[in-house]
């Protein structure tokens, strides 16, 4: 019987469509990969600081309310009790506000002067009080020091209110929305990308989308 084999070129030529065709769609399955990543990332943390907040709730016999606290780091220190932490920092000495970009890349605007700490899982938590009276922002980079680093990709803010005792993601109906906090792939402000938390949430293609 007569067999034919396959010739020195041909297999290199095979290899070398294969790895053509792998050169191509490579990064785009990594791409994939990297923001599902992502979005289960945001999930989780959201997840940890819901039951964050009813286990405080459980304790102080009362849903949280930002007036129960006198600043950010006194709410900070109750919230964390709740949390595997890694590092605690009084004031925004544990990672620089520099460390990210906006939503399409430029540079942000200084809003971490309040205090922070790492949870075990490299989640970076940020809190800070502001108007009106002493609503508590709350801010977390879901994958810690891993990139992006970007708001809208993998930073993220919350809102706890003074008549609303439940977490609020950014952008949600009722949520705060200081000038400049937009979600936008067209805005150049210092702060774009730090109120996607509710599309990024509710919006099944969200990160699916990302520029």
Do not use: R
């Given at each position: 019987m007569n067999r034919k084999a396959?010739?020195?070129?041909?297999?290199?030529?095979?290899?070398?469509?294969?790895?053509?065709?792998?050169?191509?769609?490579?990064?785009?399955?990594?791409?994939?990969?990297?923001?599902?990543?992502?979005?289960?990332?945001?999930?989780k943390q959201y997840s940890i600081m819901s039951q964050a907040l009813q286990?405080?709730?459980?304790?102080?016999?009362?849903?949280?309310?930002?007036?129960?606290?006198?600043?950010?780091?006194?709410?900070?220190?109750?919230?964390?009790?709740?949390?595997?932490?890694?590092?605690?920092?009084?004031?925004?000495?544990?990672?620089?506000?520099?460390?990210?970009?906006?939503?399409?890349?430029?540079?942000?605007?200084?809003?971490?002067?309040g205090p922070q700490f790492i949870a075990a899982d490299g989640a970076i938590y940020f809190f800070f009080f502001g108007n009106p009276s002493q609503a508590v922002y709350i801010g977390v980079d879901v994958n810690g020091y891993k990139k992006p680093n970007k708001y809208g990709y993998d930073f993220f803010y919350f809102n706890l209110l003074v008549d609303n005792e439940k977490l609020i993601p950014g952008g949600a109906s009722g949520s705060i929305r200081p000038e400049g906090f937009d979600c936008?792939?067209?805005?150049?402000?210092?702060?774009?990308?730090?109120?996607?938390?509710?599309?990024?949430?509710?919006?099944?293609?969200?990160?699916?989308?990302?520029?």
């Open positions: 396959f010739t020195l070129a041909e297999v290199l030529i095979t290899l070398g469509i294969i790895g053509i065709v792998a050169a191509l769609t490579m990064p785009a399955l990594i791409s994939s990969t990297q923001k599902k990543e992502l979005e289960a990332c945001l999930k286990k405080m709730a459980y304790e102080n016999g009362k849903e949280a309310l930002s007036t129960d606290y006198p600043n950010a780091n006194a709410f900070k220190s109750d919230f964390m009790k709740h949390f595997k932490v890694a590092d605690e920092c009084p004031q925004n000495n544990c990672v620089p506000y520099t460390f990210w970009k906006t939503y399409n890349g430029n540079n942000v605007g200084d809003i971490f002067g936008s792939k067209t805005s150049t402000g210092a702060y774009n990308g730090i109120y996607c938390t509710n599309e990024a949430l509710t919006n099944p293609n969200y990160f699916k989308n990302l520029p």
